[in-house]
């Protein structure tokens, strides 16, 4: 059975996540309050839905607890970030990633229960500084 996934926030992270997902042959439903956001992404996710994750109302309607994975890619908004994970464990999610902004966000996220806390900038520069260094060695 395919895996189904809800990517909230559809900025570059977000986006991107979105795109492999799909090349994956995954099920992803996308959610942003950007109705442009929305438009370019609308042939690309199995459904795409422009809503503020912020609104309960909306998560429920939507079913969110039933997917197997949601991830929360909202950016520089950190109290929507933090609100819309908050309100994804208490529906009961059960496994929620977030991309966190700084420390403090991470801290705060990681204590209302997301299952997982991701720093792409942070991680994606450890990662290209570590090939620079290996590569530099076998150039010698
Ligand atoms: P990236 O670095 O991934 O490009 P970013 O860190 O610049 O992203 P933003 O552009 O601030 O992040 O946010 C990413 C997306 O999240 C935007 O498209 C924005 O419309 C969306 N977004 C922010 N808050 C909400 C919300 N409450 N509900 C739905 N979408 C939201």
């Known amino acids: 059975m395919k895996k189904e996934f809800v990517v909230i926030g559809l900025g570059r ?3 991107s996540i979105c795109k ?3 090349e994956q042959g995954m099920e992803v439903l996308v959610m942003d309050r950007d109705e442009a956001r929305i438009d370019e992404f609308a042939s690309i996710a199995t459904h795409a839905v422009i809503a503020d994750s912020t ?3 909306v998560l429920k309607s939507l079913g ?3 997917f ?3 991830i929360v890619a909202i950016g520089a908004d950190i109290q929507a970030s933090i609100l819309t994970t908050l309100m994804l464990k208490e529906i009961g999610v059960k496994r929620v990633t977030v991309k966190a902004q700084n420390d403090y966000h991470a801290k705060v996220l990681r204590k209302i229960g997301a299952d997982n806390v991701v720093h792409p900038e942070r991680d994606m520069g450890k990662r290209i ?3 620079i260094v290996s590569k530099s060695i076998l150039d010698y």
Do not use: K, M, S, Y
Request: hydrophobic fraction near 35%.
């Open 129 to 131: 500084a570590h090939n």
């Open 13 to 15: 992270f977000g986006g």
């Open 64 to 66: 969110i607890r039933n």
């Open 68 to 70: 197997d994975h949601v």
């Open 20 to 22: 492999t997902l799909i």
């Open 55 to 57: 609104d309960e109302t």
